[in-house]
């Protein structure tokens, strides 16, 4: 990295806000009798379910609170369409996404029409080609090759003006159904199927792709297809739309139906993912079957899907799971690549990073920015440079938001597009130092802190002594968590940590335990690798953690999976060990800026006024102490009175004694360190015992007799060898209260 250095010690990702909210005797009563335990009750009270009908709502997940699907906008004159259409024996035409809410909401919909009897081809575009949102040279196709005469498009936006306009105007009607962000102008399709849809007032606007796709087949089957939940489970669950109301529901019951899934495709991807069944929850969907299905969009013709979900061939969905799960392990290579390179660009002198090189797969970009925001805490734009243009993704904190930082500069974009968190772009590879100029001055002009962190939102403090498998089980029944209740975050502080190794590729994460008292847990800390060295030494730790069950071997553990991690006190780490290597891009003491957080205390002065000139009026939040020390005066020690006596004793026999050549001869002979030797001599020297001339040394056997405490060089060697003790021997927190709290 350019600049100053990323830091390496342990710092928090996020800002913390503990939840101090207490519900009333009442409420845990209320909560007792259905079953919540009572960090269960907190949780729930401090989300915002505090009476009996909400409380009942939230555990039931009943299907019968779904709303009607007809409240949504131009619900009846899909259907009425789409009815025809059936009855006329059409060619129907669904459009779907290159992503799992894309793939599972056209497979919705791909199924409800086959149930009425219907003809229904699938098309997911590819985003290489294709792009996102209709696509004018695809719907001609399919027009003018496959006789399609009405098309649906699903998770597909609310866009595409000019392409649905040429197919209406070729008769072929267009039934746009969606949940993304409405734009200002409508395309003029034959129906718009939207939550958010101004023309209506549905009463739930967070529905999923997939969700819509489902209000669709429910009301043309006139009856809840339940079968068709497990795709909705994984659609909503990936797409990180929130999980509250209707959504909820869906999901809940989807996950119950996934883990019976009579899909033999779905069941093909759970098998090569060594999935346990009976344990299949939101973390499965979100950390196993959605990336799958992503990566295949991400890398490649994503329309496989479609047959993977929907199909009855046991060998093809069979091939079809094996080549998504290639795809995915594909996938991370290829993050992981682009994300060292772009970590190596990364310049921290500015307030926002723009990284763009030619050669990365723009499939994944999103991916890569995210990353690198999380370890980083900046916004970060990553783009691909293809035939001089730059195409990627950018991902912000809360602090600054992107599409207001970027709407006003439109003419420097090809396309651009996103939200306050997140954004797409194309821009001219020659615009690229402008788009980094105008997103520094947005952050200067508009004064924003940029050290100011997302939040982190910890929902209590955890005892490890009162944590048991069934704190968990009383958990799980406030899942399933995503998207606006999210899984209960825990503070976990007075701790020890032992045991700390690296685990996965390359040793990308951590493992270590956490002792409180007499109870201990494992923690895995994805992604925290490279700071095994740090987790092995740090004191003081707090840990946010969340709960997991474990199960490896027949037996099930509690573990606890690291959120995020923060030292109040400075860190000291102990590196002096030859064989520990210094992280990368720390500044010595010596050299380091009013603005270094993080230093390494290397090769140490030959004074210890200097050393503490170093430190003097600076404060650190890490130090890591190598203690390099050119000659090692602490192994040698200051000379004892045998020592001298017996050098002197030497010496004295010869009427000269050339130090220039028999140096080595005499260090040998007298078994003494020839830098403790030199040192000796010195001292002689300046006592007056012998003069050196042009490196020839005479004793003068005339001197009198004086102490060698009288030499100034044995007092400096004397405070030498203890300083050299302390920086050799001394704790790393010895070293550092001498620092700064002893007196010269």
């Given at each position: 990295?350019?600049?100053?250095?990323?830091?390496?010690?342990i710092?928090?990702?996020?800002?913390?806000?503990?939840?101090?909210?207490?519900?009333?005797?009442?409420?845990?009563?209320?909560?007792?009798?259905?079953?919540?335990?009572?960090?269960?009750?907190?949780?729930?009270?401090?989300?915002?379910?505090?009476?009996?009908?909400?409380?009942?709502?939230?555990?039931?997940?009943?299907?019968?609170?779904?709303?009607?699907?007809?409240?949504?906008?131009?619900?009846?004159?899909?259907?009425?369409?789409?009815?025809?259409?059936?009855?006329?024996?059409e060619?129907?035409?669904?459009?779907g996404?290159?992503?799992?809410?894309?793939?599972?909401?056209?497979?919705i919909?791909?199924?409800?029409?086959?149930?009425m009897?219907?003809?229904?081809?699938?098309?997911?575009?590819?985003?290489?080609?294709?792009?996102?949102?209709?696509?004018?040279?695809?719907?001609?196709?399919?027009?003018?090759?496959?006789?399609?005469?009405?098309?649906?498009?699903?998770?597909?936006?609310?866009?595409?003006?000019?392409?649905?306009?040429?197919?209406?105007?070729?008769?072929?009607?267009?039934?746009?159904t969606?949940?993304?962000?409405?734009?200002?102008?409508?395309p003029?399709?034959?129906?718009?199927?939207?939550?958010?849809?101004?023309?209506?007032?549905?009463?739930f606007?967070?529905?999923?792709?997939?969700?819509?796709?489902?209000?669709?087949?429910?009301?043309?089957?006139?009856?809840?297809?339940?079968?068709?939940?497990?795709?909705?489970?994984?659609?909503?669950?990936?797409d990180?739309?929130?999980l509250?109301?209707?959504?909820?529901?869906?999901?809940?019951?989807?996950?119950?139906?996934?883990?019976?899934?009579?899909?033999?495709?779905?069941?093909?991807?759970?098998?090569?993912?060594?999935?346990?069944?009976?344990?299949?929850?939101?973390?499965?969907?979100?950390?196993?079957?959605?990336?799958?299905?992503?990566?295949?969009?991400?890398?490649?013709?994503?329309?496989?899907?479609?047959?993977?979900?929907?199909?009855?061939?046991?060998?093809?969905?069979?091939?079809?799971?094996?080549?998504?799960?290639?795809?995915?392990?594909?996938?991370?290579?290829?993050?992981?690549?682009?994300?060292?390179?772009?970590?190596?660009?990364?310049?921290?002198?500015?307030?926002?990073?723009?990284?763009?090189?030619?050669?990365?797969?723009?499939?994944?970009?999103?991916?890569?920015?995210?990353?690198?925001?999380?370890?980083?805490?900046?916004?970060?734009?990553?783009?691909?440079i293809?035939?001089?243009?730059?195409?990627?993704?950018?991902?912000?904190?809360?602090?600054i938001?992107?599409?207001?930082?970027?709407?006003?500069?439109?003419?420097?974009?090809?396309?651009?597009?996103?939200?306050?968190g997140?954004?797409?772009m194309?821009?001219?590879?020659?615009n690229?130092?402008?788009?980094?100029?105008?997103?520094?001055?947005?952050?200067?002009?508009?004064?924003?802190?940029?050290?100011?962190?997302?939040?982190?939102?910890?929902?209590?403090?955890?005892?490890?002594g009162?944590l048991?498998?069934?704190?968990?089980?009383?958990?799980?029944?406030?899942?399933?968590?995503?998207?606006?209740?999210?899984?209960?975050?825990?503070?976990?502080?007075?701790?020890?940590?032992?045991?700390?190794?690296?685990?996965?590729?390359?040793?990308?994460?951590?493992?270590?335990?956490?002792?409180?008292?007499?109870?201990?847990?494992?923690?895995?800390?994805?992604?925290?690798?490279?700071?095994?060295q740090?987790?092995?030494?740090?004191?003081?730790?707090?840990?946010?953690?969340?709960?997991?069950?474990?199960?490896?071997?027949?037996?099930?553990?509690?573990?606890?999976?690291?959120?995020?991690?923060?030292?109040?006190?400075?860190?000291?780490?102990?590196?002096?060990?030859?064989?520990?290597?210094?992280?990368?891009?720390l500044?010595?003491?010596?050299?380091?800026?009013?603005?270094?957080?993080?230093v390494?205390?290397?090769?140490l002065?030959?004074?210890?006024?200097?050393?503490?000139?170093?430190?003097?009026?600076?404060?650190?939040?890490?130090?890591?102490?190598?203690?390099?020390?050119?000659?090692?005066?602490?192994?040698?020690?200051?000379?004892?009175?045998?020592?001298?006596?017996?050098?002197?004793?030497?010496?004295?026999?010869?009427?000269?004694?050339?130090?220039?050549?028999?140096?080595?001869?005499?260090s040998?002979?007298?078994?003494?360190?020839?830098?403790?030797?030199?040192?000796?001599?010195q001292?002689?020297?300046?006592?007056?015992?012998?003069?050196?001339?042009?490196?020839?040394?005479?004793?003068?056997?005339?001197?009198?007799?004086?102490?060698?405490?009288?030499?100034?060089?044995f007092q400096?060697?004397?405070?030498?060898?203890?300083?050299?003790?302390?920086?050799?021997?001394?704790?790393?927190?010895?070293i550092?209260?001498?620092?700064?709290?002893?007196?010269?």
């Amino acid at each position: 990295m350019t600049g100053r250095k990323y830091k390496n010690m342990i710092t928090s990702t996020y800002d913390w806000k503990i939840n101090t909210k207490e519900p009333d005797a009442g409420f845990f009563k209320l909560a007792k009798e259905h079953g919540l335990a009572k960090t269960a009750a907190k949780i729930a009270y401090e989300r915002g379910i505090r009476t009996e009908e909400a409380l009942e709502d939230f555990l039931k997940a009943d299907l019968s609170h779904l709303h009607d699907p007809y409240l949504l906008h131009d619900m009846d004159k899909a259907v009425a369409r789409i009815r025809q259409a059936i009855e006329n024996y059409e060619q129907i035409l669904v459009y779907g996404d290159y992503d799992a809410d894309g793939m599972t909401s056209a497979s919705i919909v791909k199924e409800a029409l086959e149930m009425m009897g219907a003809e229904a081809r699938v098309y997911l575009p590819n985003r290489f080609t294709d792009g996102y949102g209709p696509n004018e040279s695809v719907y001609k196709y399919f027009i003018e090759q496959e006789g399609i005469s009405l098309i649906i498009t699903v998770d597909n936006g609310v866009a595409g003006n000019e392409a649905i306009a040429y197919a209406q105007e070729q008769g072929v009607d267009v039934i746009v159904t969606d949940h993304h962000s409405m734009p200002s102008q409508l395309p003029e399709a034959y129906a718009i199927v939207h939550p958010e849809h101004p023309g209506a007032d549905y009463p739930f606007k967070y529905l999923a792709g997939c969700g819509v796709a489902f209000k669709i087949a429910t009301a043309l089957l006139e009856t809840i297809p339940t079968e068709m939940l497990d795709l909705v489970a994984i659609g909503t669950i990936a797409d990180m739309v929130s999980l509250t109301d209707e959504n909820r529901i869906m999901v809940k019951v989807g996950l119950e139906i996934l883990k019976t899934t009579e899909r033999i495709g779905l069941q093909e991807l759970l098998r090569i993912s060594e999935v346990d069944l009976t344990t299949i929850s939101e973390e499965t969907v979100a950390f196993k079957l959605a990336p799958q299905l992503n990566a295949l969009g991400r890398l490649d013709d994503p329309n496989p899907a479609i047959e993977l979900l929907t199909g009855f061939d046991d060998e093809e969905a069979q091939a079809i799971a094996l080549e998504i799960n290639a795809k995915n392990e594909e996938r991370k290579e290829v993050v992981q690549n682009i994300f060292d390179e772009a970590m190596s660009m990364v310049d921290l002198d500015k307030p926002v990073q723009v990284l763009a090189k030619e050669g990365w797969h723009p499939g994944v970009l999103g991916i890569v920015a995210g990353r690198i925001m999380e370890q980083i805490s900046q916004t970060v734009v990553v783009l691909n440079i293809e035939d001089g243009l730059a195409k990627g993704s950018a991902r912000s904190l809360e602090s600054i938001n992107i599409f207001h930082a970027l709407d006003d500069h439109r003419d420097i974009f090809t396309t651009f597009g996103g939200h306050a968190g997140a954004a797409g772009m194309t821009l001219p590879e020659e615009n690229l130092t402008q788009l980094s100029d105008i997103l520094c001055s947005y952050v200067y002009d508009n004064d924003i802190d940029t050290s100011a962190k997302n939040t982190l939102n910890l929902d209590e403090e955890l005892q490890l002594g009162e944590l048991s498998l069934d704190t968990i089980r009383s958990l799980e029944k406030l899942a399933p968590f995503g998207m606006d209740n999210k899984k209960p975050v825990f503070w976990l502080h007075d701790i020890t940590v032992t045991q700390a190794r690296t685990m996965g590729q390359n040793g990308a994460h951590l493992k270590f335990k956490v002792k409180q008292g007499k109870a201990s847990f494992d923690v895995v800390a994805f992604n925290k690798g490279h700071l095994l060295q740090e987790f092995q030494q740090a004191q003081g730790l707090e840990l946010a953690v969340t709960l997991s069950v474990n199960v490896w071997n027949g037996q099930t553990t509690l573990q606890l999976m690291l959120a995020d991690v923060r030292v109040d006190n400075v860190q000291l780490f102990d590196f002096r060990s030859k064989n520990m290597v210094l992280p990368e891009g720390l500044p010595t003491v010596e050299e380091a800026s009013d603005e270094a957080t993080a230093v390494v205390l290397d090769t140490l002065p030959n004074s210890e006024t200097e050393l503490k000139e170093w430190f003097d009026g600076k404060e650190f939040q890490a130090i890591y102490f190598k203690n390099r020390i050119k000659e090692a005066y602490y192994l040698t020690g200051y000379g004892t009175r045998e020592q001298f006596a017996r050098l002197y004793k030497t010496i004295y026999q010869f009427p000269e004694f050339d130090v220039r050549y028999k140096l080595d001869d005499l260090s040998h002979y007298l078994k003494i360190d020839k830098i403790l030797l030199i040192k000796m001599i010195q001292i002689f020297d300046e006592l007056g015992f012998v003069t050196i001339d042009n490196g020839v040394m005479t004793v003068n056997k005339e001197a009198g007799k004086r102490d060698i405490e009288e030499s100034k060089i044995f007092q400096d060697l004397k405070r030498l060898v203890k300083f050299q003790e302390l920086m050799a021997l001394g704790t790393p927190q010895e070293i550092y209260d001498w620092l700064y709290n002893q007196e010269q």
